[in-house]
Nanobody, 125 residues
Framework: QVQLVESGGGLVQVGDSLRLSCAASGGTFSSYTMGWFRQAPGKEREFVAGFRWSTPRTYYADSVKGRFSISRDMAKNTVYLQMNSLKPEDTAVYYC??????????????????WGQGTQVTVSS
């Protein structure tokens, strides 16, 4: 059974940085699609960043391009989300997700079968 455990969230000030981690276990991740999503209170879940483990290409939502960076450590089966220049509108619960089918549709939350429990990120002004 695939398990995803996020960590690294917290309360920060505008302009600060945070790095989220997603430790994955229970699967052969070299063929997976991995993604970070977020959900703010009263809003729908939205795509933040993602990649297909089989390629080096990464994908980002327009709202985070240039500020966030997704990376991976294959040896540790861990995915990271480096978040810089944080804004109040980045406040949300951040979720790590995994798709064992390696879908090309990295942006689509419906493609992912496994989700972590989420980690809260709060950016205070």
């Amino acid at each position: 059974q695939v398990q995803l455990v996020e960590s690294g969230g917290g309360l920060v000030q505008v302009g600060d940085s945070l790095r989220l981690s997603c430790a994955a276990s229970g699967g052969t991740f070299s063929s997976y699609t991995m993604g970070w999503f977020r959900q703010a209170p009263g809003k729908e879940r939205e795509f933040v960043a993602g990649f297909r483990w089989s390629t080096p290409r990464t994908y980002y939502a327009d709202s985070v391009k240039g500020r966030f960076s997704i990376s991976r450590d294959m040896a540790k089966n861990t995915v990271y989300l480096q978040m810089n220049s944080l804004k109040p509108e980045d406040t949300a619960v951040y979720y790590c997700a995994a798709d064992p089918d390696g879908s090309l549709w990295v942006y689509r939350g419906g493609e992912y079968d496994y989700w972590g429990q989420g980690t809260q990120v709060t950016v205070s002004s």
